[in-house]
């Protein structure tokens, strides 16, 4: 039962052009995203976040995009730069449950 | 910058013998998860734990699981009786408060069952 899902399991990018790595989930109840970003060797780091009450949540060079009639969220990175090659983890919440992450998307930013 | 720790970063155990894994949360956070990514699969939940007990739990998390919170800043799961199938990545986290999502992972414990 994939509530969560990454169908690109790898993306490359030029450095300096933007990354936009895709998350889809089937829970209609799901209220609050997170991404997080995993170096090999080591545990997810934290992002950014966006609630289910907007669309947009900008910091920095990320952004995240809700779509809630889609099911849809995306993260864009721009400029994407070499230190963000990285595994990519949505992760989605119903209210009072605990998270369920997608299978993560393998981000390689070429110099 | 205050970060959640774990030892050890490997442990390697035989079927059948147990198995504790460690973890400091960050030392003001109030809220603990164990995760585990068995290799080239998704991150899963495993239990979370609050207010000295247990939360939530997943299908996971059997009767041979068990966590503890030993001394106020020691956050243990233990495996009672290990299968081939437990070895993964196992992943701390800690978040603090109710109005704030994001969870801290640790750097994670990998343990290999032989």
């Known amino acids: 039962d994939q509530q969560v899902k990454q169908n690109s399991p790898s993306l490359s990018v030029q450095e300096g052009r933007i990354s936009i790595l895709n998350c889809d989930y089937t829970?209609?109840?799901?209220?609050?995203f997170l991404w997080y970003k995993k170096y090999p060797a080591e545990g997810p780091t934290f992002l950014i976040s966006?609630?289910?009450?907007?669309d947009k949540n900008e910091d920095g060079r990320f952004t995240v995009f809700l779509n809630k009639s889609a099911k849809h969220l995306s993260l864009h990175i721009v400029p994407s730069q070499p230190g963000d090659s990285a595994v990519y983890f949505c992760?989605?919440?119903?209210?009072?449950?605990?998270?369920?992450f997608g299978p993560g998307t393998r981000l390689s930013v070429l110099p | 910058e205050p970060e959640v720790t774990q030892t050890p970063s490997h442990q390697v155990t035989q079927m059948g013998q147990e198995v504790i894994l460690r973890c400091v949360p960050i030392?003001?956070?109030?809220?603990f998860y164990w995760y585990r990514q068995i290799l080239g699969q998704k991150v899963e939940f495993l239990v979370s734990?609050?207010?000295?007990?247990?939360?939530?739990k997943s299908e996971i998390f059997d009767d041979q699981f068990s966590v503890e919170r030993p001394d106020g800043s020691n956050f243990t799961l233990k495996i009672r009786s290990t299968k081939l199938e437990d070895s993964a990545m196992y992943f701390c986290?800690?978040?603090?408060?109710?109005?704030?999502?994001?969870?801290?992972f640790g750097p994670g414990t990998r343990l290999t069952v032989t």
């Open positions: 992760a989605a919440r119903e209210n009072g449950q605990n998270f369920v």
């Open positions: 734990f609050y207010n000295n007990e247990i939360s939530e």
């Open positions: 030392s003001n956070h109030l809220y």
């Open positions: 966006i609630s289910s009450i907007k």
């Open positions: 829970n209609s109840m799901f209220d609050y």
């Open positions: 986290a800690s978040r603090d408060s109710p109005n704030s999502y994001e969870q801290y």
